[in-house]
């Protein structure tokens, strides 16, 4: 068979280049804790695919590993994103199993859904750890500097006890001091990334009259229908 | 006691308000579908309080009553929403109990979570059905138009299929024609509002350096903790 894109991920890849959604690079991702729903903003960070497999995209955002989140999806390790894109008027829902990559030998690294994509990309020989320092790499030394703080959400005296923790921190090679060599390695152990591998996807366009509605479903992990919906 | 407002509903209020966020007024909102998540944009529509309670604010959204959130919230009656505010870099998130007010007589009314601003609304007197139809007339004649659809996600055969459908829908009290009646009647029985409590509020500032964040908690009923949060 051939494979080629879905349709909606090109369109997902067409609306995110119109100037009209420049900066709209954000979405929504919900989770469950303990059958209560969470959901908070992610930076959308890239997509990857299998080789060979341009029908098996992977949404990849990131988070500090020590975020609810992430034990979140441990327990339950499935998300639905909502990615608002308010130029456009388009809403691209996506959902699908998850997977975390931590560092290597981080627990949250056995917890992950039933997953095609993720499955092909381990038979492939991909190198996650590689993938998750070069992402770690390409985040400004600011947004480093953000996974050497305490753990996110625990208490503090006041906002200024911020001031006290590193501003920065160096790209991997580059750390020079021994202050920014333990900075920089409790900033990567502390890096993971965020794998949302797409089965179902519900796109609206609200910039289109009459709107329209689309529902992309993945089957047998090879292909996508397609259905026209009642916006 | 004297209540107030809880400080994070001033914030939230004045970021509303600030130029940069203009338009602004959407937020995701996350429910859970057996025992998997669920989120949607839905756009903010208002913010109602019981007489003499500015402590016990209840946030305003609406849907079609056929929609999958509503059976979602039928039998799980709990969301959260996080509310991106790009403009000024600013993201809350609120978590809570959430009511919804169909038609009389709809079955979706029975179901709710414990709410105590919801249940004070109830001893004052508050006219549920007067304010769903309040908040229906607002609408414009295009939207008022969405609820006299087939059903939200229900298949189509082609988007021009839509053309079919009623365009606008007159006011309330503005129907003369029997088509415009019936279509009326339909898109108000199918009109319902969406009410979540805040019971937990996660607020960060990302306008601000260093970030700050700061947790709000309702407790027992009458008044909200503030703690500083690492971000």
């Known amino acids: 068979m051939t494979s080629s894109h879905p349709r909606w991920i090109n369109a997902l ?29 992610q930076v959308h960070r890239d997509i990857i695919y299998p080789e060979g497999c341009p029908h098996l995209p992977v949404i990849l955002t990131t988070t ?3 975020t609810p989140k992430v034990s979140q999806l441990t327990a339950t390790p499935r998300a639905e994103l909502a990615w608002w894109m308010q130029g456009s008027q388009d809403q691209f829902r ?11 030998g981080h627990p949250a690294a056995n917890a992950e859904g039933a997953s095609a994509a993720l499955k092909r990309l381990d038979e492939q020989g991909f190198d996650w750890e590689a993938k998750r320092r070069a992402v770690f790499d390409v985040m400004s030394s600011h947004m480093k500097a953000s996974w050497c703080r305490p753990p996110p959400g625990s208490a503090m005296e006041s906002y200024e006890d911020a001031k006290k923790w590193p501003a920065t921190v160096p790209r ?20 993971a990334l965020v794998l949302l591998e797409p089965e179902e ?14 529902r992309f479903v993945r089957r047998d992990d090879e292909s996508w229908t397609e259905e026209i919906i009642v916006p």
Chains 1, 2 share one sequence.
């Open 13 to 41: 890849t067409k609306a995110l280049s119109l100037p009209e959604n420049k900066g709209q690079n954000v979405f929504q991702i919900a989770t469950v804790e303990n059958g209560t729903p969470r959901v908070r903003t």
């Open 64 to 66: 500090d590993v020590r």
């Open 94 to 104: 996506i959902a699908g199993p998850v997977r975390i990559v931590p560092r290597p």
């Open 172 to 191: 991997l090679g580059e750390a020079v001091s021994e202050e920014d060599k333990k900075n920089q390695e409790q900033a990567l152990g502390n890096f």
């Open 201 to 214: 996807v519900d796109w609206v366009q609200l910039g289109v009259l009459p709107n329209q509605r689309t």
